[in-house]
Structures are given as C-alpha cells and as structure tokens.
C-alpha cells in the first residue's frame, strides 16, 4: 500500500461548524504533513509531525487544531473558520522528516 | 534564505514536441532541488530531486533536468510532449532534503495542444 488517503474529498461548511479532516497512511511512515493550496498557488507548509509528536506550526490559526492519534493517522479540527480559508487541503507523508513525501489527493474545502 | 523562481506561469507546447520548464533558484548551502507534477484534483508527486552527484538528473515518466550551478537553474525537460503531461509542475529547493524547510516555486500550467 503506498497511498496516502484523505477523506473527505470535498467539505463545505459554514463559520460556525465544526468539521474535521482524515489522513491515513499505512506505510510505516513516521512524519506526516498538513499543507494549505489555494487556486493556482503552491502549497503551504501548516504542520508537521514526526514520531506523532507536533514538530512544526507554522504560525497557523488557532482555528485549525491537529491532531494525531497514532502513527497511522492524522486528523486536522476545523471550528469555526473564515471565507479565506477555503482551499485544498493536503496531506502528505514521508519515512523520516527528510525522505520523500508522499501526496494525498487533498480535501476542497469550501467555507461560506 | 532560500527561494525560487518558475520563470512563466503558463507554458504550451504540441504533442511530440519539447517540454522545457525553467526554474531558477538562490541558495546561501548547496541545494536540493525537486520537481513535484499536479494533476488536477491530485496531490502532488515527486517527478525527480537532485541531491549531490550526477548534475543530470532522470525521473518519472520520462523527464529529466540538470542542476546547473553556474546558472543556478534546475530546469525540467522531456524530449516529446504527451497529452498526459498537462499538469501544474512545482519547482522546489531546500537546503537540507528536509520537506520541511522545502520551498516551493508559483508553480507552471503546461498545456499540450493536439
């Protein structure tokens, strides 16, 4: 198995919802990634985590709350979000922090 | 500081023809640089890195690019364009091989004409 799979594919929530985002992998791999893409624009690093322990928050709003329960899963808490923040959604993982990531295919996420 | 430049947002080329992609980069270490494709709807997928070694780098599905230092470019090329190459490609550098100090480039829309 060398997928990385994200459910749900699309999201469409209102400000005041709270949602969450899956991302599972079966790989072995022990770091794992949040990215934000808008339209047309490269991806954005939020979080990361190695050894399911939070390395790296990139500045990110509190609105956005990781989470991973255990070396298999990761889980991104939406509560209440802006406009601004509809985007695709992508996760990724890799064996360690250096070696090569691997892409799910994303959640859309639309906030209205 | 590391960054990157994906010179032209959009490029189009013919079926059967030469894909050339440029991509610049400024590096205060020695780079790595990748090639990541974007199907739409998709993830992104490594087409190739280029670690140290050997500056022409083969990757997937037939592209290749070569780490010019002199140039700082790491330019991403295919002999004969497919439709199935239409995608976003991302150019991406980071001083480590670490994905997390990568740096991604705007990104270019290649479009394969029939």
């Known amino acids: 198995d060398t997928e990385v799979t994200q459910t749900p594919k699309h999201l469409v929530m209102g400000m005041t919802n709270k949602k969450s985002l899956k991302c599972e992998q079966h790989?072995?791999?022990?770091?794992m990634y949040w990215y934000k893409q808008k339209a047309k624009k490269p991806p954005e690093l939020m979080f990361v985590?190695?050894?399911?322990?939070?390395?790296i928050n990139e500045s990110v709003p509190s609105r956005f709350s990781p989470e991973c329960p255990n070396s298999s899963l990761l889980n991104l808490h939406l509560h209440a979000l802006q406009p601004e923040d509809s985007a695709l959604y992508l996760c990724?993982?890799?064996?360690?922090?250096?070696?090569?990531?691997?892409f799910g295919s994303g959640t859309q996420l639309s906030v209205l | 500081a590391q960054s990157v430049t994906q010179l032209g947002s959009h490029v189009s080329v013919s079926e059967g023809a030469l894909v050339l992609l440029r991509c610049n980069y400024s590096?205060?270490?020695?780079?790595?640089l990748f090639w990541y494709v974007q199907y739409p709807n998709q993830g992104l997928q490594l087409l190739l890195k280029?670690?140290?070694?050997?500056?022409l780098v083969k990757g997937i599905n037939g592209f290749e690019a070569e780490f010019k230092k002199s140039e700082t470019s790491f330019h991403l090329t295919k002999p004969s364009a497919h439709m199935s190459d239409a995608a976003e490609y991302f150019c991406?550098?980071?001083?480590?091989?670490?994905?997390?100090?990568?740096?991604f480039g705007s990104g270019t829309q290649l479009t394969v004409l029939p």
């Open positions: 990724a993982s890799a064996l360690g922090v250096g070696e090569k990531l691997f």
């Open positions: 790989m072995g791999h022990r770091a």
């Open positions: 985590y190695s050894y399911e322990k939070l390395s």
């Open positions: 590096s205060s270490v020695p780079p790595y």
């Open positions: 280029y670690t140290t070694g050997a500056t």
């Open positions: 991406a550098v980071s001083p480590s091989g670490s994905a997390r100090q990568l740096t």
